[in-house]
């Protein structure tokens, strides 16, 4: 089936290593997003991406790093520099002429 | 910063309607508004989407002013499975979509 899809669903870090998140999509959308979701708060914009090997700094990019490589898949690596990084990490795709497709998320604590 | 403002909070009775507004004052006459519902630790999911016109599918309908500055989403029967947080986002259409930005949208509350 067509779908968004993120793994894992939790995860679990010490403080000072880098974290890799995984998205991937097979709805042949043109743009990917990623977005932080704290308790309680609406969703913030990490980064996003319109078209292979091109990405632009969303709201709260400070501490992140993403790549898009291929237009499947848009990997977010939460680094070290990233404060409080506890949180839940939403992905999502979209075309022009479609709605946004969500994954389910990943939860990340830092322990 | 998000294009819309949406109440923090509402509540609902089970079997009534539920009706959802947003404002989007600063619209642009190509942008679509699009409402989305989150359930409780799960991804948003898609509701409506509409441009000028009133818009209905099986989930919900889409009330749009005549100046397009604000939106009403109606729940014609609320469940207590449609408790969720709903928002309300502006996007445009065709060509590059830019960011897509969430505000905090509207916590609904079904109760029975």
């Known amino acids: 089936d067509g779908g968004i899809t993120q793994s894992p669903k939790y995860l679990f870090r010490k403080e000072g290593q880098n974290v890799t998140l995984s998205c991937e999509q097979n709805?042949?959308?043109?743009?990917m997003y990623w977005y932080r979701q704290d308790p309680g708060q609406g969703l913030r914009l990490i980064y996003y991406?319109?078209?292979?090997?091109?990405?632009q700094k969303g709201d709260i990019a400070e501490g992140y790093s993403v790549s898009r490589e291929k237009k499947e898949s848009f990997p977010l690596t939460v680094t070290s520099a990233q404060k409080n990084p506890t949180a839940f990490y939403l992905c999502a795709s979209s075309n022009s002429n479609t709605e946004a497709f969500f994954g389910q998320g990943t939860r990340l604590t830092v322990v | 910063d998000a294009k819309t403002t949406q109440p923090p909070s509402m509540d609902c009775a089970e079997g009534r309607a539920a009706n959802l507004p947003c404002n989007h004052s600063t619209i642009s006459g190509n942008e679509y508004v699009y409402w989305y519902r989150q359930i409780h630790s799960q991804g948003p999911q898609y509701i409506i989407h509409?441009?000028?016109n009133n818009e209905t599918n099986e989930m919900a309908s889409l009330i749009i002013t005549e100046d397009r500055k604000s939106s009403t989403l109606i729940l014609p029967h609320a469940t207590l499975r449609d408790t969720a947080v709903y928002y309300c986002?502006?996007?445009?259409?065709?060509?590059?979509?830019?960011?897509?930005?969430f505000g905090k949208g509207t916590k609904l509350s079904v109760k029975p």
């Open positions: 709805l042949n959308h043109d743009a």
């Open positions: 509409g441009l000028k």
């Open positions: 986002i502006v996007r445009p259409s065709g060509g590059s979509q830019g960011n897509l930005i």
């Open positions: 991406s319109q078209i292979v090997n091109d990405f």
